[in-house]
């Protein structure tokens, strides 16, 4: 693609983005002459790119602190996040490699906590607003591309909670926002993860933004990018290696699988990131290292360490994505489908889709109590 539909693409500016399928649409559109209907997607091998701006970049990982905060003090406290996240985007280009992304964990903004629904919908941020402003004018300062999760409110789903990682370019626009694709039901022993997924109301989000939208792949000059805050479900990155991901910028809040990042890079042969929260002093109702703290690193495609944590502390991980000889012998991952599309396709998940289409649950405790009963395993 040539450098004048690249800045077509990013002309469309914040407000025609919507929540992540529409960018997509744009950019497939441009690619293919297709509708977001149809999947961004080939049948021999190769996939959809735009070119590359530079063959190689430098990937920064910010592995700092959370801080929840009570929500009547949301206010302050999300300012108080706010400026902890820009010093830290300060701290990232003051000494040594200039990273051209910088990625945060999942919740930098605000941290996770016990919150209600309506707690939760006081202190989501709005896009664009005041934070994404913020951080638009770190992006120009320092010529840097930004991917960050935050709680976000959106006009187009009122009362529902949405967790979006947010892609932002050099230039300050927002690029793309993906919603997380599923939360793992049945895993905490009193409540339920109450935050708005794909899965969550799967119908209504393919009628708003398309099929290609459930799997998103945000293709950037400084390759095909796919984000996720979810975990141990390899097909899902499956499917967005097939659909052309080249590097997996996953988050993390307080635990997850070292080798499920690592397995995602090497069976898909592209590369993986993980960024987790630090030891987080003064975090609310939680013990400063509540166990899960720290890990941060960069998986190759074969499954090697391009760059690890040192501790569990606040720090910068920095790691060399090679992404022009990535590209040059990439293509969509070798499988057999024939051998065993039957059994995927008899196969019934847990729990149905659109639970939240249905009822959006008030609370933790109230998300629980709502799943109940509605497993459709033995």
């Not at 000059?221 to 997996?248: M, V, Y």
């Not at 149905?352 to 709502?370: M, R």
Request: proline fraction near 6%; hydrophobic fraction near 35%; glycine fraction near 8%.
């Amino acid at each position: 693609m040539s450098t004048a539909s690249l800045a077509a693409i990013g002309a469309l500016g914040p407000g025609a983005l919507g929540p992540g399928g529409r960018a997509r649409a744009a950019t497939t559109e441009m690619l293919a002459g297709s509708s977001s209907d149809e999947l961004s997607m080939q049948t021999d091998g190769t996939y959809d790119s735009v070119e590359l701006a530079k063959p190689a970049w430098t990937l920064a990982l910010a592995q700092t602190r959370v801080h929840s905060f009570d929500a009547k003090d949301t206010k302050t406290a999300l300012k108080r996040n706010l400026d902890h996240m820009l010093q830290s985007i300060d701290r990232s280009f003051y000494y040594g490699a200039k990273p051209d992304l910088l990625q945060f964990h999942e919740f930098p903004l605000q941290g996770w906590r016990k919150w209600t629904r309506k707690e939760v919908n006081q202190l989501s941020i709005e896009m664009p607003g005041p934070e994404t402003e913020a951080i638009a004018k770190k992006c120009r300062e320092y010529d840097t591309w930004i991917v960050f999760g935050a709680y976000v409110k959106d006009p187009d789903w009122p009362d529902h909670v949405l967790s979006l990682t947010t892609i932002m370019n050099n230039k300050g626009e927002i690029v793309d926002k993906h919603w997380k694709q599923r939360n793992i039901k049945g895993v905490f022993p009193d409540f339920e993860l109450f935050t708005t997924t794909v899965y969550d109301v799967l119908d209504q989000f393919v009628e708003m933004y398309g099929r290609d939208a459930v799997i998103p792949v945000t293709r950037t000059p400084l390759g095909n990018i796919s984000t996720s805050s979810s975990q141990r479900e390899p097909e899902l990155f499956r499917a967005a290696a097939i659909k052309g991901a080249e590097i997996f910028l996953r988050t993390a809040s307080g635990n997850f699988s070292q080798l499920d990042i690592r397995a995602c890079a090497m069976y898909n042969g592209v590369y993986s990131s993980i960024v987790n929260n630090a030891v987080s002093p003064d975090n609310g109702p939680f013990f400063d290292n509540p166990g899960g703290s720290g890990g941060a690193a960069i998986y190759g495609p074969s499954g090697e360490a391009v760059a690890e944590a040192r501790g569990i502390h606040e720090q910068l991980v920095t790691g060399r994505i090679a992404m022009a000889e990535l590209r040059a012998r990439n293509r969509q991952p070798v499988m057999h489908m024939e051998l065993y599309d039957d059994v995927y396709a008899r196969y019934v998940s847990k729990y149905p889709p659109n639970l939240w289409s249905e009822y959006v649950p008030t609370s933790l405790e109230d998300a629980g109590q709502y799943v109940q009963g509605k497993s459709r395993w033995k």
